[in-house]
C-alpha cells in the first residue's frame, strides 16, 4: 500500500465520492450536485462565481451542475436587483429536503468510514483535516 500522505488522502476523497454517487444514486443527484446545494445552503441565495470559487470548479461545471438542479427543481436563479445581467442561485424548500434526507446517508457512510475509531481519533481526524484544509486555503489565498 502507498504511504504517501497525498496519495492517502486522494484515495479516501475518490473512495467517499464513488460511494456517495452510489449511495444517493436512486434519488437522481450526484455527489458533486449536493455540493452545490450543501453550499447554497449556508450561503443561501449566491452567486455562480462564488458557488465555483468555493468549491474548487471550474465556471462550466458549475453551470452544467446548476442546469441540472434548477431543471429538478432544487434551486432557482433569481435576476440581480442591482444588475440584472447577473443571477443569484437560490435554494428552494424542495432542495432543501433533498439535502436533509442525503445528510443522512452522508453520515452514515461517515459512520462506517470510522468504525474501530474511538472517540479521541476521530477528534484529532477531525482537528488534523481541518488544520490541513486552513493550510491549503492559505496558500490558494497568497
Known amino acids: 500500500m502507498n504511504e504517501n500522505i497525498g496519495y492517502l488522502i486522494n484515495n479516501l476523497s475518490k473512495n467517499l465520492k464513488y460511494l456517495l454517487n452510489k449511495e444517493i444514486e436512486y434519488k437522481n443527484i450526484t455527489a458533486a450536485q449536493y455540493s452545490v446545494l450543501k453550499y447554497l445552503q449556508q450561503n443561501n441565495p449566491d452567486y455562480?462565481?462564488?458557488?465555483?470559487?468555493?468549491?474548487?470548479?471550474?465556471?462550466p461545471t458549475i453551470t452544467e451542475i446548476i442546469k441540472k438542479l434548477e431543471r429538478k427543481d432544487f434551486i432557482k436563479k433569481i435576476k440581480d436587483e442591482n444588475d440584472k445581467r447577473y443571477y443569484k442561485i437560490s435554494l428552494n424548500q424542495t432542495g432543501l429536503n433533498l439535502i436533509f434526507e442525503i445528510d443522512i446517508i452522508s453520515d452514515d457512510l461517515i459512520e462506517k468510514l470510522l468504525v474501530g475509531f474511538t472517540?479521541?481519533?476521530?477528534?484529532?481526524?477531525?482537528?488534523?483535516?481541518?488544520?490541513?484544509?486552513?493550510?491549503?486555503?492559505?496558500?490558494k489565498n497568497e
Open 119 to 139: 472517540k479521541e481519533e476521530i477528534d484529532l481526524f477531525k482537528k488534523l483535516l481541518k488544520k490541513s484544509n486552513d493550510n491549503l486555503w492559505g496558500l
Open 48 to 59: 455562480q462565481k462564488n458557488i465555483a470559487d468555493h468549491l474548487n470548479a471550474d465556471r
